[in-house]
């Protein structure tokens, strides 16, 4: 049988998928991203799409719906300045303006717990529109 882990404070529960696809990414590097989603019936965070390690940032906006909320996870690889390769992996709350209040709500009160599951996140952004979590809002903040 799988194992979930409770977030106490909302009751739902992670499921060991997501740990796994994220320490697969976060130490094997063989995702590039993460897209999580709350099942409200079953009261599960369950993975809903994962990147390979040859997608980037573009498939990663695509395969977040326009008007239902998601959290997400993307590793996000540069150079810097002194040219050292560097990766650093972002959370990203995804509330679209056309997303129902219910669900708003419950990916509001639940993120934390789930932040607390996937250890080692960067960086967090909340985004109701693809201009909050642009490629160019990554690529500053990882600076």
Known sequence: MAMAFKMATTGMWVTDECKNSFMEMKWKRVHRFIVFKIDEKSRLVTV????????????????????????????FDFVTVDNCRKSKI??????????????????????????????????????????????????DRAK
């Open 48 to 75: 809903d799409k994962v990147g390979g390690h040859g997608e980037g940032y573009e498939e990663l906006a695509a395969s977040l719906p326009n008007d239902d909320c998601r959290y997400a996870v993307f590793d």
């Open 90 to 139: 972002f959370f990203i709350a995804w509330s679209p303006t056309e997303s129902r209040i219910r669900a708003k709500m419950l990916y509001a009160t639940s993120k934390d717990g789930l932040r607390r599951v996937l250890d080692g996140i960067h960086y967090e952004l909340q985004a109701t529109d693809p201009t909050e979590m642009g490629f160019d809002v990554i690529r």
